[in-house]
């Protein structure tokens, strides 16, 4: 067959691998300059290895991922420190990563984190997430471990990472963040930008073709059965499509969609990320690689010190600071510019270390990403879309396919290649 994909991240790549494994002849659109869509990175040229734009890990369970290293000859490639991940409290980053760094933490009653440590073990060990989704995170851990716990430790990172919103989560989200969990986080040497290269030289090697800066503006079918692709790089015909964009994105470059699936569409919820990152002179925390923030006291959720997981010698000695939000596109960081946002960001910096001046900041840089992080509510399972879509041939894999687990690349390649098996059987 001759598959046409649109989009060259992690999930695209993977179903194009896949796909050319089984013999068909793939061609893939990106409408970027590179590959990695949501995890590709930059590089600046004191660099060494280029940057995620969004900051991004594995955890030692992230199995598929691993397995396709394993196949692709890279495996030696993925290696995994064990950095701090903390959360700010009163004034104060308390490392959070550990049943001893939870028994230290000193603003928490002892039966406060009896309940925290038997609610957490059981969400660890069951793998029964059916019955969470059908409550919220907020209600059940506020039940379940008590309000203390709650509020103090889980409660800050919904409301941060999902605003207005954080109530409606619902409890299998949760589950799956806390049971996949390592304390051991997965890097690629070069990056995920290296990982992804490497993953599209495979496809090309294997007959595929990759066009970048070719963004898809139109799909649909032909008296023929066929599909009928219109990118920059030409008018193209294919035996089956598969789009990796967002729900939006489907619903604008795909003509002849029934309206009930285009309403459908509509209704899958998502927020945006906006990242500010800063190429320091000198290390802003002690030591800390990741810290939660509570939504309110700072304009952003998380401060993410990537060169305490990653040497900074790979950066030219910069030491790199992601700030990091989630926010509905109609938020104002998705207008404001760089200036105004660092204005916004930058004088919280002070409370990580009071050492820290304005003249450390070598370098700053910002992105923004409209579908960044889907919204699981009470009974998503429910929404959860299906490969096939009502157009014959047109297949379509996301990030909201991976429910219940939280996005990832690990999922991506898992869809990617359920996404190639659905298309071969076509
Ligand atoms: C802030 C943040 C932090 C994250 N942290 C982690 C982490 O630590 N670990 C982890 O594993 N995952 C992490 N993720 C998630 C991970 O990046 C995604 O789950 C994964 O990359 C999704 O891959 P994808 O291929 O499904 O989608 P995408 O990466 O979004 O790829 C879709 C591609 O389609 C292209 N495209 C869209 N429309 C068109 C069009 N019309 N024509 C042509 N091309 C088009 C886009 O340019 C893009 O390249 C994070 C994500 C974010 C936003």
Redesign the pocket.
Known sequence: MKVGI?????????AAYELAKKGHFVEV????EK??????GFKDEAWEWPL?R??????AS?HA?LALLKELGLKDKAFFPRPITSIWYKGEAYPFDSPPAVLKFPHLSLQGKIRFGLVGLYLRLTTKWEPLEKHTAHDWLSRRMGYEAYSVLWKPLLEGKFGPIYQEVNMAWFWARLHKRSPR?GYFEGG?QAFADALASKVEEMGGIIHLK????QIKQEEDGRLELV?TAGVKKFDAVL????PK?LA??VRGLPEDYVEYLAKLRFLG?V?LILALKHPLTSGHYWINLPKGEFPFLALVEHTNYISPEHYGGDHIVYL?D?VPTTHEYFRLGKEKLEELFIPHLSRFNPAFKPEWIRKTWLFR?P???PVPVVNQSKLVPTIETPLPGLYW???HH?YPWD??????VE??KRAAEKISNL
């Open positions: 649109v989009g060259a991240g992690i999930t695209g790549l993977t659109f990106e409408a970027s590959v990695g869509g949501l995890a590709s995620e969004f900051y991004h890990h594995w955890f992230d991922v986080l995920f070719s963004p898809v503006k990118s789009a990796t964009c967002s994105m604008a470059i990320a990242v990091g989630y990403e579908y960044a992080q894999a996301s990030m991976v996005r990832g690349t690990n999922y991506s869809l990617g």
